[in-house]
């Protein structure tokens, strides 16, 4: 942590150096009704070591998930991450670079946005990805633009109330001033039902957003769902887990046309919610519509390999009027952390993971309703993750005396799901051991 002096030496000089005589002639332009008319209530100055162990203090009030035995999801895991993601992402050639809009960025940037797309592609089996997006969140209302710009269709997006809550949010924000109208399909069993889709899908839909796994864990019946998209002529949106991917089927494979996700699983750590990275891959067709970085693959005047920023026209530093979003970065640490880890992992290492992840997901939703208190909500396939139901409707409580003994048990549901306030859900990742997940069930109060 950096520290450096303030003393009024300092300032005065700064004020010189702006032209200003006391501090009071920067608050001008704020009404001296407005402004506070007493000192901050703060500490008086401290020196670097007294400042150090005030930080560390307050520190320690966080729950971290490294102290404790994390069992937390909703779109932020504690999966492993090996140490040659670190290793290779902190290096300073890396690590200090920022979002590439110049032609001349360097080429070890754009050779790993390249390859992060390469990666992007084979796991999802899409044609083609951007060099990512801010986070899940903005991916999601990134491909829902896209739908609305391919098919022209400005009135209707379909989604279900299985769909991250926060991306419904960020959705119905976005839509708010462009005259669309969110159609949000109960799920009442926890996943959806194909013929409540059929009833809502018409000439005016732009597109349909499944979410698979979904966000209470639960797979969805995502076969011919595509089909029937697609005879309404309307897009299906996916969004998924990627660590899922090494056991499920790719979304290039069910027939969606955009896929998006959290990346925030491959190689990146849980960092108290962000920041994270947004994954975003479509059809070729749709490549020049795609928003953020595309980084591509050319030979120089001599005839070697080299790569650069592509299809810059669509965006908006060349073009503002044909912009295909307002975008303006890109995530490319996190980004090349992701391609870090999917090389290191591999097909092999990502099914292991997935595999692990839904095995012990299941022994912990066994081990948890032993209890007569508990109960499994749905009875729907799951993958990492589950939904419990407390039987005394005490959930707050539970996850308190689970925090008491250093398990941070899941996340209550209530605060997004009035119907599911007696219910929170349970994630469990490979990292788990057999005797964490047991401590878990014992933690939780009868």
């Not at 009404?31 to 007294?50: F, G, I, V, Y």
């Not at 899908?201 to 639960?218: E, K, M, S, Y």
């Not at 005839?303 to 669509?314: A, D, N, P």
């Not at 959930?395 to 398990?407: I, M, T, Y």
């Given at each position: ?52 162990q ?14 404790h ?71 999601t ?58 009833a809502e ?18 797979l ?82 001599r ?12 965006e ?60 499994l909500k749905?009875?729907a ?61 014992d933690?939780?109060?009868?």
């Open positions: 942590m950096p520290y450096f002096l303030n003393n009024q030496e300092d300032q005065q000089a700064m004020l010189a150096a702006i032209g200003a005589t006391s501090i009071d002639d920067l608050l001008e332009s704020i009404p001296d009704s407005m402004r506070l008319k007493r000192p901050l209530d703060m500490r008086p100055p401290m020196s670097e070591l007294e400042l150090t005030h930080m560390e203090q307050l520190a320690q009030r966080n729950a971290q998930g490294t102290k035995r994390c069992f937390l999801g909703g779109g932020s895991y504690d999966h492993f991450i090996p140490s040659v993601v670190d290793a290779i992402a902190t290096r300073a050639e890396f690590y200090t670079s920022y979002t590439p809009y110049q032609p001349e960025v360097s080429q070890g940037n754009l050779q790993a946005m390249f390859e992060y797309q390469t990666l992007i592609c084979q796991l999802t089996g899409m044609d083609v990805s951007n060099a990512s997006l801010y986070d899940g969140g903005s991916a209302i990134e491909a829902v633009l896209l739908s609305m710009s391919v098919t022209r269709r400005h009135r209707k997006v379909i989604t279900t109330t299985s769909l991250h809550p926060e991306y419904r949010q960020v959705i119905q924000t976005y839509l708010a001033n462009l005259d669309a109208e969110l159609v949000t399909i109960p799920t009442a069993g926890g996943r959806l039902e194909p013929s409540a889709l059929s899908l018409d000439d005016q839909v732009a597109c349909v957003l499944i979410q698979h796994p979904n966000f209470f864990g639960n969805e019946p995502v076969d011919g769902i595509a089909e029937q998209v697609h005879q309404a002529g309307a897009l299906l949106v996916s969004v998924f887990d990627p660590i899922s991917l090494g056991i499920l089927r790719r979304p290039g494979d069910l027939g969606v046309d955009v896929a998006v996700a959290e990346g925030q699983s491959l190689g990146n750590p849980m960092q108290f919610g962000g920041p994270y990275l947004g994954i975003m891959a479509c059809r070729e067709r749709f490549v020049r519509r795609l928003p953020g970085r595309i980084a591509g693959q050319t030979v120089d005047r005839g070697r390999r080299c790569w650069v920023l592509t299809l810059q026209t669509r908006q530093h060349i073009r503002r009027d044909k912009a295909t979003s307002n975008i303006c970065t890109n995530q490319g640490l996190f980004a090349l952390r992701a391609a870090i880890y999917l090389s290191w992992m591999g097909p092999h290492g990502l099914q292991e993971t997935a595999t692990l992840c839904t095995q012990k997901a299941h022994y912990a939703a066994q081990r948890i309703t032993e209890r007569d208190r508990y109960n749905f009875a396939p799951m993958f990492k993750e589950f939904v419990i139901q407390d039987k005394q409707g005490q959930v707050e409580q539970a996850l308190k005396k689970a925090h008491a003994g250093g398990c941070l048990a899941g996340i209550a549901l209530g605060r997004w799901y009035p119907e599911l306030k007696d219910c929170f859900l349970v994630a469990v990742t490979e990292k788990r051991t057999l005797e964490e997940i047991d401590q878990l069930a933690c939780l109060p009868d």
